[in-house]
C-alpha cells in the first residue's frame, strides 16, 4: 500500500479551519511592512522631489556652509549622505537639510558643493545629490518596488487563508497526496510548520503553513531529497493542501473512520524508509541548496548588470545612456578606467559622460 491508498471514508469530510494558519509572527510582521514602506516613503519623496525642482534651474552657492556633512557606506554599497545646510541668497539667509542614499562603489571621500533652485531659492541640496539624481530614483524604484511586493503579498496571503480556512468546514472529498516539510520551529511547545506541494502527482507548488498544538506533529511518511515528506489531503477544489497530524484530529469523522486510516497508515510507514518523525532531520541539503540558489541568482545580476555595461562602453549608441554611466562610475577603477577608453575612442570629439570626466567635468580625464 502507498499514501495515495491509504483508505480515508468515501464521503465529504469536513476538517478544522485552525488546520491553515498565516506564518509565525505573520501579525506583527505584515503590519510592519507597511508602516515601514510609508516611512520610507516619507524619509525619500520629498527630498528627490526637492532636488528634481533644483535640477531643473540649479545655482552653485560658493559661500554656502555644510555642517555636519558625512557619507557613510552601508553592506559595501549603499552610501547614505546627509548634511545641514546654511547660505545667503539676494540679501536672505536661508537653512536646511538634505538626506539622500545611493548605490555606489565608490571609495574615500566625496567633493561637493552647495546647491539652490534660482527659481525657488529656499530649496537646497548638494551638488553629489544632483550629479546621482538617476541613481538615487533607480536605487529608489527598487527598494519601493520590494516593499510594495512583500506588502501585497502579504495581504495576498492573508486574504488566501481566511477563504480557506472559510472553505474547509465545508464537508468535500478528500485525497491524500504528499507534501515537503520546508520548515519547522518548536516554540513554547508547539510546532509551526512550513510545506509545499510538490512532491503530488498534481502538484501546485503552493506553500502553506500550519501549527500544532503541544505533543501533536504532522505525519512523516519518509523524505525525498533531503527533505521530510509529510501526509496531507487536498480538501475539494480547495487551493492548498491541509498537512495531517498524527492522531487525524484535524478530520471530522467518527472514531472507527478514524481508526481504520490510522491502521493504514501504519503499514505504510512500515514499508518506506527514512524518518518516521519531524523530530528525526532529514538530510541536511536544503541548507545548502539555499545558499547556492541565493548565489545563483546574485551571479545572473551581476552578470545582466556587467553585460549591459559592457554592450554601452563597445556599442552603445550615445556615452550619455544615465544607467551605462552610473554603472561604470561605480566599477573598480581599471574596469572604469578601461570602459572610459573605449567610449573615448568612439566618443573622443564630445564631451565626456560622467564618470570619465576630468576636474573641469567636461573633457575626457
Not at 552653485?60 to 547660505?87: M, P, W
Not at 503579498?153 to 472553505?167: D, E, I, N, Q
Not at 473512520?257 to 528525526?280: D, F
Request: glycine share 8%; aromatic share 12%.
Amino acid at each position: 500500500m502507498t499514501f495515495s491508498e491509504i483508505p480515508f471514508p468515501d464521503r465529504p469530510l469536513a476538517i478544522k479551519a485552525s488546520s491553515i494558519t498565516t506564518p509565525r509572527n505573520y501579525g506583527w510582521a505584515a503590519p510592519f511592512m507597511f508602516v515601514l514602506c510609508g516611512l520610507f516613503l516619507y524619509w525619500q519623496v520629498p527630498d528627490l522631489w526637492r532636488d528634481y525642482v533644483i535640477s531643473q534651474n540649479p545655482v552653485i552657492v560658493e559661500n554656502g556652509q555644510l555642517r555636519d556633512g558625512e557619507c557613510r557606506v552601508s553592506k559595501g554599497v549603499l552610501t547614505i549622505c546627509d548634511a545641514e545646510l546654511a547660505y545667503s541668497y539676494n540679501g536672505r539667509s536661508y537653512e536646511g537639510k538634505t538626506t539622500f542614499f545611493f548605490v555606489d562603489f565608490h571609495a574615500g571621500a566625496y567633493e561637493t558643493d552647495l546647491v539652490i533652485s534660482a527659481d525657488h531659492p529656499e530649496l537646497s541640496t548638494v551638488s553629489l545629490g544632483i550629479e546621482k539624481m538617476w541613481n538615487r530614483v533607480i536605487s529608489f524604484a527598487v527598494v519601493v518596488a520590494v516593499l510594495a511586493g512583500l506588502c501585497v503579498t502579504s495581504v495576498f496571503l492573508g486574504f488566501r487563508v481566511a477563504w480557506v480556512r472559510s472553505r474547509l468546514t465545508t464537508p468535500e472529498p478528500l485525497k491524500p497526496i504528499p507534501v515537503e516539510i520546508v520548515t519547522f520551529k518548536s516554540s513554547f511547545g508547539r510546532l509551526y510548520v512550513t510545506y509545499a506541494d510538490k512532491i503530488a502527482d498534481d502538484k501546485t507548488k503552493r506553500t502553506a503553513y500550519t501549527t500544532f498544538g503541544k505533543g501533536q506533529e504532522p505525519i512523516i511518511l519518509g523524505e525525498a531529497d533531503g527533505s521530510a515528506v509529510a501526509l496531507a489531503v487536498r480538501h475539494g477544489t480547495t487551493s492548498l493542501p491541509v498537512l495531517l497530524d498524527t492522531g487525524l484530529e484535524r478530520i471530522k469523522m467518527t472514531d472507527e473512520e478514524r481508526a481504520s486510516v490510522l491502521a493504514s497508515i501504519t503499514a505504510v510507514q512500515a514499508t518506506v524508509e527514512g524518518p518516521q518523525s519531524i523530530r528525526e532531520p532529514a538530510k541536511k541539503g536544503r541548507f545548502l541548496r539555499t545558499i547556492l540558489g541565493f548565489l545563483a541568482i546574485i551571479l545572473v545580476i551581476v552578470g545582466l548588470v556587467l553585460g549591459y555595461w559592457y554592450w554601452y562602453v563597445t556599442a552603445g549608441y550615445t556615452q550619455f545612456m544615465q544607467a551605462g554611466m552610473e554603472i561604470n562610475n561605480m566599477l573598480p577603477a581599471l574596469m572604469n578606467e578601461w570602459g572610459c577608453d573605449q567610449l573615448q575612442k568612439r566618443f573622443g570629439d564630445q564631451n565626456a559622460p560622467y564618470g570619465c570626466t576630468a576636474s573641469d567635468f567636461k573633457s575626457w580625464k
